[in-house]
């Protein structure tokens, strides 16, 4: 199997802190990992602190090519939202958002369609969305996989602006697989990032597929990392509770080995 990503694909390794780290202690730990993933080549590296610590990381990122994402944000420019950041925020201190994590879909109860209000509302705010898809243990039980990728991927990423398809990033993250240490095996990995980009060919054209990148995400290690990374249709990983430590460094720098960047 060739470990290289397709060339017009740069990896991206992102790290979801969840809630995890507030301003001071996010500004140390980003400051600990700078120099380390600062010094990798080839891969995107994004760190996704709290809203609220977003500008302290900032404060450190700036300027060193590691770049910043926010973990959710309202489709809303600004309004009566009590709690919520807007996109208009967001720009200018983050290049990407995630949207849609399993954990926002389950406990706050996003859909498919908000998912991809907030998709169009990144594009149209010049932020990268990082859209989040993955079935639960019992989708996957009953064979429902396929079913549940595909109201996921044609619900949440509908009708984007074609020509900033380019932007997007396909996270999937199957939910049994996020904080449990139970990783998918590589080949699962790989079925369902196929069935993804084949689903955004028939969205978008063959062509435009291929220039998404599709991301692993859960219960990526440094030990399992590899495994991901050199599968063609993995683009990088979203990593949780791995990217909380040093081993975030590891995991990018394994990346960039698979993909033939090191
Ligand atoms: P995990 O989380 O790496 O802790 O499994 C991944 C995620 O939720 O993005």
Request: some cysteine.
């Amino acid at each position: 199997m060739s470990g290289r990503a397709s060339p017009q694909r740069t990896p991206i390794v992102a790290g979801n802190w969840k809630m995890f780290y507030a301003p001071t202690e996010a500004r140390e730990f980003a400051e600990s990992i700078l120099g380390g993933l600062a010094a990798i080549q080839g891969v995107e590296r994004v760190l996704c602190p709290p809203t609220i610590s977003l500008t302290a990381v900032h404060g450190v990122t700036s300027g060193t090519g590691v770049q910043l994402g926010a973990q959710n944000m309202y489709f809303e420019e600004k309004g009566a939202y009590t709690g919520e950041t807007s996109p208009t925020m967001l720009h200018g201190l983050c290049d990407y958002v995630i949207l849609g994590h399993s954990e926002r879909r389950a406990y706050f109860g996003e859909t498919d369609a908000l998912v991809n209000r907030k998709t169009h509302a990144a594009f149209a705010h010049g932020l990268r969305p990082i859209v989040c898809v993955g079935e639960r243990l019992e989708d996957r039980d009953a064979n429902q996989t396929e079913r549940v990728i595909t109201a996921q991927v044609r619900g949440s990423l509908a009708d984007l602006p074609i020509e900033r398809i380019g932007e997007l990033v396909v996270a999937y993250e199957p939910v049994w697989a996020i904080g449990t240490g139970r990783a998918a095996t590589a080949q699962d990995a790989a079925d369902v990032a196929a069935l993804i980009r084949a689903l955004l060919g028939e969205m978008y054209g063959a062509a435009t597929a291929q220039t998404v990148r599709v991301q692993y995400g859960g219960s990526v290690t440094v030990a399992n990392v590899a495994e991901f990374a050199a599968l063609p249709d993995i683009d990088g990983s979203l990593v949780g509770g791995a990217s909380l430590k040093a081993d975030f460094v590891e995991i990018v720098r394994k990346t960039a080995e698979a993909k033939g960047r090191a």
